[in-house]
Protein backbone atom coordinates (compact mmCIF):
# COMPACT_ATOMS: atom_id res chain seq x y z
CA UNK A 1 0.00 0.00 0.00
CA UNK A 2 1.49 3.51 -0.96
CA UNK A 3 2.47 5.31 2.04
CA UNK A 4 1.75 8.20 0.39
CA UNK A 5 -0.85 10.59 2.54
CA UNK A 6 -3.59 12.37 -0.21
CA UNK A 7 -4.01 15.89 1.07
CA UNK A 8 -7.53 16.70 2.27
CA UNK A 9 -10.26 17.82 -0.09
CA UNK A 10 -7.98 16.55 -3.10
CA UNK A 11 -11.23 15.28 -5.02
CA UNK A 12 -12.97 18.13 -4.60
CA UNK A 13 -10.42 20.65 -5.30
CA UNK A 14 -9.89 18.14 -9.03
CA UNK A 15 -13.49 18.40 -9.45
CA UNK A 16 -13.36 22.45 -9.93
CA UNK A 17 -9.54 22.13 -12.09
CA UNK A 18 -10.57 22.40 -15.39
CA UNK A 19 -9.30 19.60 -17.40
CA UNK A 20 -6.30 21.61 -19.38
CA UNK A 21 -4.81 22.78 -15.87
CA UNK A 22 -4.60 18.99 -14.56
CA UNK A 23 -3.28 18.13 -17.91
CA UNK A 24 -0.19 21.00 -17.58
CA UNK A 25 -0.11 20.66 -14.37
CA UNK A 26 0.89 16.65 -15.00
CA UNK A 27 2.98 17.59 -17.76
CA UNK A 28 5.08 19.86 -15.63
CA UNK A 29 5.98 16.70 -13.34
CA UNK A 30 7.85 15.09 -16.04
CA UNK A 31 10.81 15.75 -17.86
CA UNK A 32 11.01 17.51 -21.19
CA UNK A 33 11.80 14.43 -23.52
CA UNK A 34 8.85 12.14 -21.59
CA UNK A 35 6.15 15.40 -21.86
CA UNK A 36 7.30 16.20 -25.39
CA UNK A 37 6.47 12.21 -26.17
CA UNK A 38 2.76 13.12 -24.44
CA UNK A 39 2.16 15.92 -26.84
CA UNK A 40 2.96 14.36 -30.03
CA UNK A 41 0.24 12.25 -29.45
CA UNK A 42 -2.28 15.36 -28.69
CA UNK A 43 -4.15 17.65 -31.28
CA UNK A 44 -2.48 20.78 -32.47
CA UNK A 45 -5.81 22.19 -30.54
CA UNK A 46 -5.15 20.21 -27.46
CA UNK A 47 -1.29 21.09 -27.36
CA UNK A 48 -2.08 24.97 -27.74
CA UNK A 49 -5.05 24.53 -24.96
CA UNK A 50 -2.60 22.88 -22.48
CA UNK A 51 0.24 25.54 -23.72
CA UNK A 52 -1.67 28.53 -22.64
CA UNK A 53 -3.21 26.95 -19.59
CA UNK A 54 0.48 26.46 -18.49
CA UNK A 55 1.65 30.31 -19.59
CA UNK A 56 -1.14 31.83 -17.55
CA UNK A 57 0.08 29.34 -14.48
CA UNK A 58 3.33 31.35 -13.89
CA UNK A 59 4.30 29.65 -11.33
CA UNK A 60 2.65 26.47 -9.43
CA UNK A 61 3.08 25.21 -6.31
CA UNK A 62 3.69 22.09 -4.73
CA UNK A 63 0.66 21.82 -2.88
CA UNK A 64 -1.27 22.32 -6.31
CA UNK A 65 0.60 19.56 -8.08
CA UNK A 66 0.46 17.50 -4.94
CA UNK A 67 -3.54 17.46 -5.38
CA UNK A 68 -3.06 16.79 -9.22
CA UNK A 69 -0.45 13.60 -9.21
CA UNK A 70 0.11 12.63 -5.58
CA UNK A 71 2.14 9.87 -6.14
CA UNK A 72 4.62 12.58 -6.80
CA UNK A 73 4.84 14.86 -3.48
CA UNK A 74 8.09 13.87 -2.62
CA UNK A 75 9.64 15.24 -5.82
CA UNK A 76 7.62 18.17 -6.13
CA UNK A 77 7.87 19.42 -2.53
CA UNK A 78 6.26 22.59 -1.20
CA UNK A 79 8.19 24.95 -3.65
CA UNK A 80 7.64 26.58 -7.08
CA UNK A 81 9.16 25.91 -10.05
CA UNK A 82 9.23 27.99 -13.33
CA UNK A 83 6.86 27.29 -16.30
CA UNK A 84 7.95 29.20 -19.13
CA UNK A 85 11.43 27.80 -19.55
CA UNK A 86 10.28 24.09 -19.38
CA UNK A 87 7.25 25.11 -21.76
CA UNK A 88 10.05 26.51 -24.32
CA UNK A 89 11.69 23.29 -23.66
CA UNK A 90 8.83 20.82 -23.97
CA UNK A 91 6.90 22.48 -26.84
CA UNK A 92 10.29 22.71 -28.84
CA UNK A 93 10.62 19.33 -28.86
CA UNK A 94 7.12 17.77 -29.61
CA UNK A 95 6.72 20.62 -32.24
CA UNK A 96 10.26 21.53 -33.36
CA UNK A 97 11.87 24.96 -33.08
CA UNK A 98 10.28 27.13 -35.65
CA UNK A 99 6.63 25.67 -34.89
CA UNK A 100 7.03 25.86 -31.20
CA UNK A 101 8.66 29.54 -31.83
CA UNK A 102 5.69 30.54 -33.31
CA UNK A 103 2.91 28.88 -30.91
CA UNK A 104 5.15 30.13 -27.69
CA UNK A 105 4.71 33.58 -29.34
CA UNK A 106 1.28 33.46 -29.95
CA UNK A 107 0.35 32.56 -26.35
CA UNK A 108 2.56 35.08 -24.92
CA UNK A 109 0.33 37.93 -26.87
CA UNK A 110 -2.78 36.09 -25.78
CA UNK A 111 -0.86 36.11 -21.89
CA UNK A 112 0.37 39.63 -22.56
CA UNK A 113 -3.03 40.87 -23.80
CA UNK A 114 -4.94 39.71 -20.94
CA UNK A 115 -2.82 40.44 -17.91
CA UNK A 116 -0.30 43.48 -18.66
CA UNK A 117 2.15 44.80 -16.11
CA UNK A 118 3.41 41.44 -15.01
CA UNK A 119 7.24 42.56 -14.73
CA UNK A 120 5.65 44.99 -11.94
CA UNK A 121 3.98 42.35 -9.97
CA UNK A 122 7.66 41.74 -8.02
CA UNK A 123 8.06 45.53 -7.33
CA UNK A 124 7.51 47.39 -4.32
CA UNK A 125 5.19 50.62 -4.24
CA UNK A 126 8.56 52.84 -3.87
CA UNK A 127 10.24 51.00 -6.77
CA UNK A 128 6.94 51.46 -8.91
CA UNK A 129 6.47 54.66 -7.49
CA UNK A 130 10.45 55.67 -9.08
CA UNK A 131 9.27 54.32 -12.46
CA UNK A 132 6.30 56.20 -13.24
CA UNK A 133 7.52 59.58 -11.77
CA UNK A 134 7.09 62.12 -14.46
CA UNK A 135 4.78 60.16 -16.70
CA UNK A 136 1.45 61.69 -17.90
CA UNK A 137 -1.47 61.26 -15.48
CA UNK A 138 -3.38 58.74 -18.08
CA UNK A 139 -0.14 56.41 -17.89
CA UNK A 140 -0.41 55.95 -14.71
CA UNK A 141 -3.86 55.77 -14.29
CA UNK A 142 -3.52 52.38 -16.62
CA UNK A 143 -0.62 50.72 -14.59
CA UNK A 144 -2.56 51.67 -11.20
CA UNK A 145 -5.21 49.71 -12.11
CA UNK A 146 -3.42 46.73 -12.99
CA UNK A 147 -1.61 46.60 -9.83
CA UNK A 148 -1.81 44.58 -6.67
CA UNK A 149 -4.32 46.72 -4.38
CA UNK A 150 -2.17 46.95 -1.75
CA UNK A 151 0.54 48.79 -4.15
CA UNK A 152 -2.04 50.41 -5.70
CA UNK A 153 -2.95 52.09 -2.31
CA UNK A 154 0.64 53.08 -1.44
CA UNK A 155 1.48 54.49 -5.05
CA UNK A 156 -1.61 56.79 -4.63
CA UNK A 157 -0.41 57.74 -1.29
CA UNK A 158 2.87 58.85 -2.26
CA UNK A 159 1.59 61.29 -4.83
CA UNK A 160 1.42 65.08 -4.10
CA UNK A 161 -3.10 65.74 -3.45
CA UNK A 162 -3.62 67.38 -7.35
CA UNK A 163 -1.83 64.61 -9.75
CA UNK A 164 -3.18 61.68 -7.13
CA UNK A 165 -6.77 63.30 -7.74
CA UNK A 166 -6.15 63.63 -11.84
CA UNK A 167 -4.82 59.81 -11.52
CA UNK A 168 -8.08 58.74 -9.77
CA UNK A 169 -10.36 60.89 -11.96
CA UNK A 170 -8.66 59.26 -15.12
CA UNK A 171 -9.13 55.79 -13.88
CA UNK A 172 -13.00 57.13 -13.29
CA UNK A 173 -14.06 58.87 -16.37
CA UNK A 174 -11.67 56.91 -19.29
CA UNK A 175 -13.22 53.67 -21.27
CA UNK A 176 -11.15 50.85 -22.06
CA UNK A 177 -7.96 51.96 -23.74
CA UNK A 178 -6.64 50.40 -27.56
CA UNK A 179 -4.18 47.01 -26.57
CA UNK A 180 -1.91 49.11 -28.81
CA UNK A 181 -1.29 51.63 -26.19
CA UNK A 182 -1.39 49.25 -23.33
CA UNK A 183 1.25 46.84 -25.04
CA UNK A 184 3.43 50.09 -25.62
CA UNK A 185 3.44 51.12 -21.83
CA UNK A 186 3.85 47.97 -21.12
CA UNK A 187 6.79 47.43 -23.06
CA UNK A 188 8.46 50.68 -21.98
CA UNK A 189 7.97 49.86 -18.46
CA UNK A 190 9.27 46.36 -18.65
CA UNK A 191 12.51 47.48 -19.61
CA UNK A 192 12.73 50.03 -16.92
CA UNK A 193 12.02 47.11 -14.61
CA UNK A 194 14.63 45.18 -16.15
CA UNK A 195 17.30 48.25 -15.75
CA UNK A 196 16.32 48.96 -12.14
CA UNK A 197 17.08 45.22 -10.99
CA UNK A 198 20.37 45.56 -12.79
CA UNK A 199 21.19 48.38 -10.93
CA UNK A 200 20.01 46.50 -7.50
CA UNK A 201 22.28 43.84 -7.88
CA UNK A 202 25.31 46.66 -8.77
CA UNK A 203 27.49 44.91 -5.47
CA UNK A 204 30.64 46.82 -4.71
CA UNK A 205 32.56 44.25 -6.25
CA UNK A 206 30.88 44.79 -9.73
CA UNK A 207 31.46 48.72 -9.62
CA UNK A 208 35.50 47.69 -9.02
CA UNK A 209 35.25 45.31 -12.04
CA UNK A 210 33.65 47.97 -14.23
CA UNK A 211 36.32 50.30 -12.73
CA UNK A 212 39.05 48.06 -14.16
CA UNK A 213 37.85 47.23 -17.26
CA UNK A 214 37.21 50.79 -18.39
CA UNK A 215 40.86 51.42 -17.47
CA UNK A 216 41.83 48.33 -19.44
CA UNK A 217 39.93 49.75 -22.30
CA UNK A 218 41.85 52.60 -22.85
CA UNK A 219 45.22 50.73 -22.42
CA UNK A 220 47.21 49.43 -24.83
CA UNK A 221 46.35 45.66 -25.75
CA UNK A 222 49.73 44.93 -24.41
CA UNK A 223 49.26 46.28 -21.16
CA UNK A 224 46.17 45.11 -21.20
CA UNK A 225 46.87 41.44 -22.03
CA UNK A 226 49.93 41.26 -19.58
CA UNK A 227 47.43 42.66 -16.83
CA UNK A 228 44.96 40.34 -17.78
CA UNK A 229 47.30 36.75 -18.05
CA UNK A 230 48.36 37.81 -14.37
CA UNK A 231 45.00 38.27 -12.91
CA UNK A 232 44.15 35.12 -14.59
CA UNK A 233 46.54 33.42 -12.85
CA UNK A 234 46.29 35.30 -9.28
CA UNK A 235 42.59 35.77 -9.19
CA UNK A 236 40.36 33.89 -11.69
CA UNK A 237 36.97 34.41 -10.49
CA UNK A 238 37.53 38.01 -10.70
CA UNK A 239 39.52 38.42 -14.10
CA UNK A 240 36.51 36.35 -15.69
CA UNK A 241 33.96 39.02 -14.32
CA UNK A 242 36.57 41.88 -15.71
CA UNK A 243 37.33 39.92 -19.12
CA UNK A 244 33.76 40.03 -19.67
CA UNK A 245 32.89 43.88 -18.72
CA UNK A 246 35.41 45.13 -21.41
CA UNK A 247 33.74 44.95 -23.99
CA UNK A 248 30.05 45.30 -23.05
CA UNK A 249 26.78 44.98 -25.34
CA UNK A 250 26.67 49.26 -25.39
CA UNK A 251 29.82 49.10 -27.41
CA UNK A 252 28.41 47.48 -30.50
CA UNK A 253 27.45 50.82 -31.51
CA UNK A 254 31.27 51.30 -32.10
CA UNK A 255 31.07 48.54 -34.66
CA UNK A 256 30.51 50.30 -38.69
CA UNK A 257 27.83 48.35 -40.50
CA UNK A 258 29.78 46.40 -42.56
CA UNK A 259 31.17 44.04 -39.95
CA UNK A 260 28.18 44.34 -37.83
CA UNK A 261 26.48 42.56 -40.66
CA UNK A 262 28.88 39.94 -40.55
CA UNK A 263 29.09 39.82 -36.86
CA UNK A 264 24.61 39.29 -37.46
CA UNK A 265 25.47 36.78 -39.85
CA UNK A 266 26.81 34.31 -37.48
CA UNK A 267 24.80 35.25 -34.23
CA UNK A 268 21.65 33.22 -33.35
CA UNK A 269 18.49 34.91 -34.19
CA UNK A 270 16.70 34.05 -30.64
CA UNK A 271 19.42 35.28 -29.06
CA UNK A 272 20.05 38.57 -30.80
CA UNK A 273 15.59 39.18 -30.05
CA UNK A 274 16.23 38.40 -26.57
CA UNK A 275 19.19 40.34 -26.60
CA UNK A 276 17.19 43.66 -27.73
CA UNK A 277 14.81 42.94 -24.60
CA UNK A 278 16.68 45.59 -22.59
CA UNK A 279 18.77 47.03 -25.07
CA UNK A 280 19.68 50.53 -24.84
CA UNK A 281 17.62 52.21 -28.32
CA UNK A 282 21.11 53.00 -30.21
CA UNK A 283 22.09 49.70 -29.70
CA UNK A 284 18.58 48.22 -30.96
CA UNK A 285 18.71 50.86 -33.55
CA UNK A 286 22.19 49.77 -34.33
CA UNK A 287 21.58 46.27 -34.74
CA UNK A 288 17.95 46.31 -36.58
CA UNK A 289 19.51 48.44 -39.00
CA UNK A 290 22.25 45.93 -40.01
CA UNK A 291 19.09 43.33 -40.92
CA UNK A 292 17.01 42.73 -43.89
CA UNK A 293 13.36 44.55 -43.68
CA UNK A 294 12.20 40.86 -43.57
CA UNK A 295 14.34 39.96 -40.37
CA UNK A 296 14.00 43.28 -38.64
CA UNK A 297 10.28 42.53 -38.82
CA UNK A 298 10.02 39.11 -37.60
CA UNK A 299 12.25 40.50 -34.44
CA UNK A 300 10.01 43.46 -33.83
CA UNK A 301 7.07 41.35 -33.96
CA UNK A 302 8.33 38.84 -31.47
CA UNK A 303 9.90 41.54 -29.38
CA UNK A 304 6.13 42.60 -29.48
CA UNK A 305 4.51 39.54 -27.93
CA UNK A 306 7.02 38.27 -26.07
CA UNK A 307 6.57 37.78 -22.54
CA UNK A 308 8.40 38.93 -19.33
CA UNK A 309 11.92 36.84 -19.04
CA UNK A 310 14.19 36.86 -16.62
CA UNK A 311 16.86 39.63 -16.46
CA UNK A 312 19.71 36.80 -16.31
CA UNK A 313 18.12 35.18 -19.79
CA UNK A 314 18.46 38.78 -21.28
CA UNK A 315 21.98 39.08 -19.77
CA UNK A 316 23.02 35.51 -21.42
CA UNK A 317 21.57 36.02 -25.26
CA UNK A 318 23.85 38.84 -24.39
CA UNK A 319 26.68 37.16 -23.63
CA UNK A 320 26.56 34.93 -26.14
CA UNK A 321 26.54 37.45 -28.85
CA UNK A 322 29.57 39.24 -27.11
CA UNK A 323 31.57 35.63 -26.81
CA UNK A 324 30.47 35.51 -30.94
CA UNK A 325 32.66 39.13 -31.41
CA UNK A 326 35.55 38.06 -29.12
CA UNK A 327 36.01 34.85 -31.03
CA UNK A 328 35.71 37.05 -34.35
CA UNK A 329 38.15 39.06 -33.04
CA UNK A 330 40.80 36.08 -32.11
CA UNK A 331 40.07 34.80 -36.03
CA UNK A 332 41.31 38.17 -37.16
CA UNK A 333 38.12 38.70 -38.89
CA UNK A 334 37.64 42.01 -36.78
CA UNK A 335 40.40 44.18 -34.56
CA UNK A 336 38.50 45.97 -31.67
CA UNK A 337 40.63 49.33 -31.16
CA UNK A 338 40.27 49.82 -26.95
CA UNK A 339 39.52 53.27 -25.91
CA UNK A 340 36.49 53.88 -27.82
CA UNK A 341 38.53 53.44 -31.41
CA UNK A 342 36.77 52.22 -34.36
CA UNK A 343 36.40 48.53 -35.10
CA UNK A 344 38.43 47.39 -38.30
CA UNK A 345 38.29 44.54 -40.74
Same mark, same amino acid.
Given at each position: ?25 L????D????A ?6 SD ?11 R ?13 E ?17 EQ???K ?9 L ?13 F?S??N ?10 K ?16 E????V ?7 P ?11 D?L????V ?6 L?V ?7 Q ?5 A ?5 TI?Q? %? ?6 ? /??? +??? !????? =???? *? ?5 L???F???V ?17 ? %??L????? /??? +??D !?L??? =???R *? ?7 L?F??P ?9 Q??I ?24
Amino acid at each position: MSDVVKPEGADQYLAGMPGPRRAAALLLTLDPETAASVMRNLSDGEVASISEEMSRMGTISGDEMERVIEAYRKQVGTGTMQVEPMLEQLLEKALGREKARVLISRIRSASRDSEPFKSLRNLNHRQVSSMLKGEHPQVVALVVTHLPPEVAIDVLKSMDEEPRYEVIRRIATTDELPIDLVRQVDNMLEVRAYEMARQSTDSAAERRYKTIAQM %LNFAEPSV /AKS +VMD !KMTKD =LPSA *AAEIQALMFVFEDLVRIDDRTMQKILGEVDKAD %LTLSLKTA /APE +VKD !KLLGN =LSQR *AREAILDELEFMGPRSLSDVEEAQKRILDQVREMEERGDIVISRGGGEVMV
